[in-house]
């Protein structure tokens, strides 16, 4: 607590008002163009800009599942394979079974 106070904090300080993150950030962006006098020119660019960075995000979120579903490719492979060698190994264990059971009791039908 005396840290934040000596770093300059107050407590019970008034905060300021509460402006909505759109509403300031649209008013900037509309006193930025009218201060260089630039307007739409602007307008466009920042455009690009935003769809650029669309571009790489959508790039990225395809990159991702493209990585993802090669994952889950190798993994269904992976699966089959072993199911495959488990699947040979009861067939061996089910014939050694077979070997080692004897055969029914043949009952002797009379001359």
Known sequence: ???LLAAGFRLNAPSGPDVPAADSAAAG????HQEHGHGQGDDVAVLRDEL???RQDHALVVAAERHGRELAE???AHLREQL???AEHIADLQQAL???TPAPVRTELPP
């Open 1 to 3: 607590m005396e840290d």
């Open 98 to 100: 077979r070997a080692l």
């Open 84 to 86: 495959g060698a488990r």
């Open 29 to 32: 962006t509309v006193g930025r």
């Open 74 to 76: 190798a993994e269904a």
């Open 52 to 54: 650029e960075r669309e």
